[in-house]
């Protein structure tokens, strides 16, 4: 149940965070974006993202207790490394810079599909059920994208910080 609980709530954290990436105005055209504006700490965009990144800490205490499979030390260094980006690196880029834009909705898409997964699992719906199996399919294959993307804007911005 506790699980049950955590999964949906970061279900719709992360949602959320999607959400306000993509109904910006500045998103209708490739060639206006400009998502500098996200990052100032009085946007919604900036708090949800802070909330759905440090819900993350529970992962951690879940490894911890058996409660998940993952491995303490690799939710750890991954949350840690998404903190250090989110509060060392990105008030540092300029804004209405891509890598920013690059890297959240990475994040934020990876999380969408993760959560979505597990909370579906946890309702006991059956593994042949369509909805979970392509909430499966996205979850453990949806990485191929995201996650070269999403570190090549986290790189973006290391640089553009340097």
């Avoid at 998502?35 to 490894?63: C, N, P, T």
């Amino acid at each position: 149940m506790l699980n049950f609980i955590y999964n949906s709530a970061q279900l719709i954290s992360w949602g959320f965070v999607l959400t306000l990436i993509l109904t910006q105005e500045d998103l209708k055209a490739p060639s206006t974006w400009d998502i500098g504006h996200y990052w100032h700490e009085d946007q919604q965009f900036r708090k949800w993202l802070d909330i759905a990144q440090y819900m993350q800490f529970f992962d951690i205490v879940l490894s911890i207790t058996g409660l998940s499979k993952s491995s303490v030390a690799t939710v750890f260094v991954q949350i840690l490394s998404r903190l250090l980006v989110l509060h060392c690196i990105f008030p540092h880029v300029e804004v209405g810079h891509y890598g920013i834009f690059m890297a959240t909705i990475c994040w934020a898409g990876t999380e969408v599909f993760r959560y979505s997964y597990y909370t579906l699992k946890q309702l006991g719906l059956a593994d042949m059920n369509p909805l979970v199996v392509t909430a499966g399919v996205a979850r453990y294959n949806g990485f191929l994208g995201y996650y070269p993307i999403g570190v090549s804007g986290e790189l973006v911005c290391f640089y553009k910080c340097w």
